[in-house]
């Protein structure tokens, strides 16, 4: 087990991690680091955006239509002139940010248990 401090599966709970799948993707020039803007539809949610840098290990054509795994409940983050609503998950490797998937879809919005 790691050195984190442990949680109770309340504090789990309240996070809002849910599928959604990707609806659109456009180039974000004005972030500090490469990427892209990603709006999600999470179903009973509704669709979301985020700024995400994964551009190294994803193009647009390879994000749309895509099932991933988001965080709903952080409150908005302004990345420059671009308002994030919800948190893109992912594991960062030194190839790129993997985004998260699911292995079969399941309906937007559907929560992780």
């Known amino acids: 087990m790691s050195d984190q401090a442990t949680i109770e599966w309340s504090d789990f709970e309240r996070v809002l991690i849910c599928a959604g799948t990707v609806i659109r993707v456009e180039p974000f020039p004005e972030?500090?680091?490469p990427s892209w803007k990603v709006w999600a539809d999470f179903g009973p949610h509704g669709v979301c955006k985020t700024s995400a840098q994964i551009t190294l290990l994803y193009s647009a054509d390879d994000l749309v239509g895509r099932q991933i795994v988001g965080v709903l409940n952080f409150p908005p983050k302004q990345v420059g002139p671009f308002r994030s609503e919800f948190l893109l998950t992912g594991f960062h490797t030194d190839e790129?940010?993997?985004?998260?998937?699911v292995e079969r879809a399941v309906p937007?919005?559907?929560r992780l248990a």
């Open 31 to 33: 972030a500090r680091k």
């Open 96 to 101: 790129g940010v993997v985004i998260t998937t």
């Open 108 to 110: 937007n919005g559907t």
